[in-house]
């Protein structure tokens, strides 16, 4: 009877130690799911933003065409990308092609005084706050994720209870580490 007891004992925290185990994983999870939809968010706000600083631009430099272009080319491969990599990747070339954009208004005076202008700059620059924010907000969910999945004893029971894979995190890729590193100067 003892045995009995003490077997059913152990199989009730057994089973209380992989619910909490379970649950913990599935927070992370549905964290790392928020996480992701607030970059979603801002970037939509981001790629909003970009056809009316487009137009603006457009208006004192319609000789530019080829950066429109460039820019509308990458905004549209920008809102088509699926999943974590291919939106890192997308982000990088359209940060590169937004300073080319930049580099067009630096030559434009009457541009750069420009109220709505300012006020298109002002609001993507708290586009982009939002957007680190909203990335590091995300990086760090998944790094706490990916390590309770990886830690014993989770690590022996994660497989059992669906979580086999790592989450991504949200890295720049070449292009938008160049974009990084070399930021083009804009003096207003």
Known sequence: MTLLIIIGIVVVVLIAFMAAM???????NIRADEAWSDITVQLK????????LV???????A???????????????????????????AEGEFSQTLKSLFAVAEA????????????LQAELVDTEDKI??????????VRDFNTKRKVFPTNIFAG?????????FFELDEAGTAAVQSPVEVKF
């Open 22 to 28: 379970y649950n913990g994983l599935i927070k992370l």
């Open 45 to 52: 706000r981001r790629y909003d933003l970009i056809p009316n």
């Open 55 to 61: 137009n603006t631009v457009k208006g004192y430099a």
């Open 63 to 89: 000789h530019e065409s080829g950066v429109f272009e460039k820019v509308t080319e990458a905004r549209a491969n920008a809102l088509n990308a699926q999943g974590v990599a291919e939106t890192a990747k």
């Open 108 to 119: 434009y005076p009457d541009l750069k005084a420009s109220q709505n202008f300012q006020e």
């Open 132 to 141: 680190q924010a909203s990335r590091r907000f995300y990086n760090g969910v």
């Open 160 to 168: 059992m209870l669906g979580f086999t894979k790592d989450r991504e």
